[in-house]
């Protein structure tokens, strides 16, 4: 008499996320011709024309951090950010087909995506940084752990952003294009180009609302030891806004779950 195995939810959900993982990074390498260029290339020129228009026209000059890392983490940690979060977004609509699985479910394809973007991401900045190092920049850390824990927080932000914008951009395709507008601000506001400390106290405060802000400064101050950033920088802030929008993405996911399926 045969039996028959009974498989977990975890190792469904397992096979399910590793599918969707392979599927996603092929689509994400092969879906244009040459991808995996643009992926690097899109950091990698923002980084030099910041780094012209600091260090050449400016004459911008750092005593305690090396202008050309400051930009590159800076800039690494708002696009790790950014794409995860419109990425996240449209994470439900591209992957509709697949959801005629029950196995499959919409909050599965933003996790999937969010983890691919890590995964592409975590390459390309060693890629920069290795490019760095080959101009005999200094690249290493003085605080590996830190720099860690601060990308990790910047990654879960951005995937609590994935969570919500995911559902407001399926059931509200009108709100989904504001919030890619509302990225390029969002650039400005963030810290990617200037310490938060060399602002005025008003424009001070307004920043550092803004959570990315927080991981970006704290990425730095892992980064290089003599670096004197806002003494007002919290990691604390940015775990409980990245805690809240993913507890708040899921919610809405699971509210919404059969509104999103049937789109």
Same mark, same amino acid.
């Given at each position: 008499?045969s039996?028959t195995?009974?498989?977990?939810?975890?190792s469904?959900?397992v096979?399910?996320?590793r599918a969707l993982?392979?599927?996603e990074a092929?689509?994400?390498?092969a879906?244009?011709r040459?991808a995996?260029?643009?992926i690097?290339?899109?950091?990698?020129?923002?980084?030099?024309?910041?780094?012209?228009?600091?260090?050449?026209i400016?004459?911008?000059?750092r005593?305690?951090?090396?202008?050309?890392?400051?930009i590159?983490v800076?800039?690494?940690g708002?696009?790790l950010v950014?794409?995860?979060?419109?990425r996240?977004?449209?994470?439900i609509n591209?992957?509709?087909?697949?959801?005629?699985?029950?196995?499959?479910?919409p909050?599965d394809?933003?996790l999937?995506?969010?983890?691919v973007?890590?995964f592409?991401?975590?390459?390309?900045?060693?890629?920069?940084?290795?490019?760095?190092?080959?101009?005999?920049i200094?690249?290493? +850390?003085a605080? +590996?752990?830190l720099v860690?824990?601060?990308?990790?927080?910047?990654?879960?932000?951005?995937l609590?952003?994935?969570?919500?914008f995911?559902?407001?951009?399926?059931?509200?395709?009108g709100?989904?294009?504001?919030?890619?507008?509302?990225?390029?601000?969002?650039?400005f506001l963030?810290?990617?180009?200037?310490?938060v400390?060399?602002m005025p106290?008003?424009?001070r405060?307004?920043?550092?609302?803004? +959570?990315?802000t927080h991981g970006?400064?704290?990425?730095?101050?892992?980064?290089?030891a003599?670096y004197?950033?806002?003494?007002?920088?919290?990691?604390g802030?940015?775990?409980?806004?990245?805690?809240?929008?993913?507890?708040l993405?899921?919610?809405?996911?699971?509210?919404?779950?059969?509104r999103?399926?049937a789109?």
């Amino acid at each position: 008499m045969s039996r028959t195995s009974v498989r977990s939810d975890v190792s469904i959900a397992v096979s399910v996320w590793r599918a969707l993982f392979l599927r996603e990074a092929s689509a994400r390498l092969a879906g244009a011709r040459a991808a995996w260029i643009w992926i690097l290339l899109e950091p990698a020129a923002h980084i030099v024309f910041l780094m012209v228009v600091f260090g050449v026209i400016r004459h911008q000059v750092r005593q305690d951090a090396n202008i050309e890392v400051f930009i590159l983490v800076g800039v690494w940690g708002f696009f790790l950010v950014r794409n995860i979060a419109q990425r996240g977004m449209e994470a439900i609509n591209a992957n509709q087909a697949l959801f005629s699985y029950r196995q499959v479910q919409p909050v599965d394809t933003v996790l999937v995506r969010a983890t691919v973007e890590a995964f592409l991401y975590v390459i390309v900045g060693a890629v920069l940084l290795a490019a760095l190092a080959l101009l005999d920049i200094d690249v290493r +850390p003085a605080d +590996p752990l830190l720099v860690m824990w601060s990308a990790f927080l910047l990654w879960a932000f951005g995937l609590g952003l994935g969570l919500m914008f995911s559902v407001i951009g399926t059931l509200l395709p009108g709100l989904g294009k504001l919030i890619r507008i509302v990225f390029t601000p969002l650039y400005f506001l963030s810290a990617v180009m200037y310490s938060v400390s060399s602002m005025p106290r008003a424009m001070r405060e307004v920043v550092l609302v803004n +959570p990315i802000t927080h991981g970006l400064e704290a990425m730095r101050s892992g980064w290089f030891a003599a670096y004197h950033g806002e003494a007002h920088i919290s990691l604390g802030y940015l775990g409980f806004c990245a805690l809240a929008t993913v507890f708040l993405g899921l919610a809405m996911h699971m509210r919404y779950a059969t509104r999103l399926t049937a789109q």
